[in-house]
């Protein structure tokens, strides 16, 4: 038997102790420690909204507002919060399209938001958009 050969062998016989070792080991490491049902009985679910399903493509804050929050989505316009996120109010539905691709406070004033439409991704549900947009808050 030639080098390469028992270095070969010797190789497969490793792999095959440590597959070994890792199917008779793992379900002992893996085990996972319980957790205390106080930590979490008084979590509720509830809906944060908005209230439509889609892709959230752009989300951005006001620096100065910690509690106002904007999102853009494809196909569901943009939609502010004043409240951290507990109820959102859609802003952009007197416009002509719903695609929202980007969207972004100006640095220089909280007041006014731009607005970029359209998806970037080239797939079949592709919703096209018609430009950028400057809203006036």
Do not use: H
């Not at 106002?68 to 919060?81: E, L, M, P, Q």
């Amino acid at each position: 038997m030639n080098a390469i050969a028992v270095v070969a062998k010797i190789r497969n016989i490793t792999l095959l102790v440590c597959g070994f070792l890792m199917l008779v080991g793992l379900p002992f490491i893996t085990t996972a420690q319980a957790l205390n049902p106080n930590l979490y009985q008084n979590m509720r679910w509830r809906m944060i909204g908005p209230f439509r399903g889609g892709r959230t493509v752009g989300a951005t804050g006001v620096p100065d507002q910690p509690n106002v929050f904007y999102i853009g989505v494809n196909n569901g316009g943009v939609w502010r919060t004043n409240d951290a996120g507990r109820t959102w109010t859609p802003i952009f539905d007197d416009q002509p399209t719903g695609s929202i691709g980007a969207i972004a406070v100006a640095p220089s004033d909280p007041n006014t938001l731009y607005v970029g439409s359209g998806e970037g991704l080239q797939r079949p549900d592709l919703s096209t958009g018609d430009g950028m947009y400057k809203l006036l808050l």
